[in-house]
């Protein structure tokens, strides 16, 4: 078994895909870089923190994008946004033979990059459409998260938009980070070294069942691979009835949690009005046990 989250982005990339099939576009040898880290004398990365590429899966064409979580966290600035836009850019461009079975999202993200506030902020709004754009055409976008920096801030939004999520047990997924929601609130709103608390309420466990990701799989990169090629082709029209119906399950799950509970319980009393029975063991649960707990069924 290779550790999904002791890998590097291409390590994934190699092991992902089949043997030899990934061909990478904008590698390191082209440095594309981004144009404001050096101004602010911030070390560079020549692919500015993401690889890009086509590659096959299970002998059928995809293309793909795995974000490295060790330059920088994973954050998303100009250029690695603009890497992320061409990529789905390009799938639309294909012509209906030649379109890839997916899009794969390797995503290991704290967010948008800092440095690069405002342009990251335009390139997370910018893969959010043409990730919708994807989805119109048909063509699935597969989100896989199992990494150190977990998907949060724009990313979690990113997620979100696509037609799959699958999370490893030690993946995380939210929108703020904890350490974001410290900041901004206090320690007594959350407190981001209570690490039970942070994947009890924005880890894979949690996310599986409330319905948030689409398959729930082991820190294994074999077992990621299986489960992307589970969803090849699996393609999720975005309605309008499809819209009005995950707003009727978060307003539904809002209304089973009552005003100011305290937020060691918060998790347990959700799983527990889920349907969830004894939601104190969760955490002592394997994968295998946890994914027979699911209690909503899938679209």
């Keep these: 078994m290779i550790s999904w989250a002791e890998c590097s982005a291409r390590e994934r990339l190699a092991q992902l895909l089949d043997a030899g099939s990934f061909h990478e576009w904008l590698p390191p ?12 004398g911030v070390p560079c990365a020549f692919d500015d923190g993401v690889a890009i590429g086509r590659g096959r899966l299970d002998d059928r064409p995809v293309f793909v994008a795995a974000q490295e979580g060790a ?3 994973g954050g998303v600035g100009e250029v690695h946004g603009a890497k992320l ?13 030649d379109r890839p079975q997916a899009v794969l999202l390797l995503a290991d993200s704290g967010g948008v990059r800092l440095h690069e506030a405002n342009a990251g902020l335009i390139a997370v709004s910018e893969v959010m459409r043409s990730l919708l754009d994807v989805r119109a055409a048909g063509i699935p976008v597969i989100v896989l998260i199992g990494s150190a920096n977990g998907c949060f801030g724009g990313m979690g939004i990113v997620a979100r938009c696509a037609d799959h999520v699958v999370m490893s047990d030690i993946g995380r997924l939210a929108m703020s980070g904890p350490e974001v929601i410290e900041a901004s609130h206090g320690v007594d709103e959350f407190d981001s070294r209570d690490r039970a608390l942070v994947w009890r309420t924005t880890g894979g466990k949690h996310r599986w069942l409330s319905g948030d990701c689409d398959a729930l799989v082991e820190d294994d990169v074999q077992a990621f691979r299986r489960a992307a090629i589970s969803a090849l082709g699996a393609s999720r029209p975005v ?7 995950e707003h009727r399950l978060l307003a539904e799950r809002l209304a089973l949690l009552p005003e100011g509970l ?11 009005r889920l349907g969830v029975h004894d939601p104190g063991r969760i955490a002592q649960m394997d994968v295998a046990q946890v994914r027979s707990l699911r209690t909503r069924s899938e679209e």
Excluded: K
Aim: proline letters at 7%; aromatic letters at 4%.
């Design 85 to 97: 836009v061409g990529l789905l850019q390009r799938a639309l461009r294909c012509s209906p033979g």
């Design 239 to 245: 309605t309008l009835a499809v819209l009005e119906a």
């Design 262 to 272: 305290d937020g060691d319980a918060e998790a347990p009393t959700l799983w527990a």
């Design 71 to 73: 330059f920088m966290g």
């Design 29 to 40: 040898a082209a440095r594309v870089m981004s144009p404001h880290l050096a101004q602010l």
